[in-house]
């Protein structure tokens, strides 16, 4: 059982940064991706950024990318979203996933049902 918990989210003005932190427990060999996903009010859950664990290749929305950087300590057991020049459309709440199975080595998992285990959230508010 892969247990995330998410930090470091918070107020911010626009043009600034933050960086989330998810430390992951329960972490197994067969855990193949982890992403970041995002949900504003009102809105869907969308997929802001993910990795490949074993291979750390990325991927980005387009909303974020030259922006956002996703990226693991080398233990692999937190991951880390650095948010730059941010802006008000990216306040949401952040949430960290898993997506483990052995089918993630041939495919890849896009949209939030194919996660299996989520953090609990952390808030980011970015004013104007």
């Known amino acids: 059982q892969v247990q995330l918990v998410e930090s470091g989210g918070g107020s911010v003005q626009a043009g600034g940064s933050l960086r989330l932190s998810c430390a992951a427990s329960?972490?197994?060999?067969?855990?193949?991706?982890m992403g970041w996903f995002r949900q504003a009010p009102g809105k869907e859950r969308e997929g802001v950024a993910r990795?490949?664990?074993?291979?750390?290749?990325?991927y980005y929305a387009d909303s974020v990318k030259g922006r956002f950087t996703i990226s693991q300590d080398n233990a692999k057991i937190t991951f880390y979203l650095q948010m730059n020049s941010l802006k008000p459309e990216d306040t949401a709440m952040y949430y960290c996933?898993?997506?483990?199975?052995?089918?993630?080595?041939?495919?890849?998992?896009?949209?939030?049902?194919?996660?299996?285990?989520w953090g609990q959230g952390t808030q980011v508010t970015v004013s104007s």
């Open positions: 996933a898993a997506a483990a199975g052995r089918r993630w080595l041939v495919s890849v998992p896009k949209d939030p049902y194919e996660y299996n285990y």
């Open positions: 329960g972490y197994t060999a067969s855990t193949y991706y």
């Open positions: 990795i490949r664990t074993g291979g750390g290749s990325t």
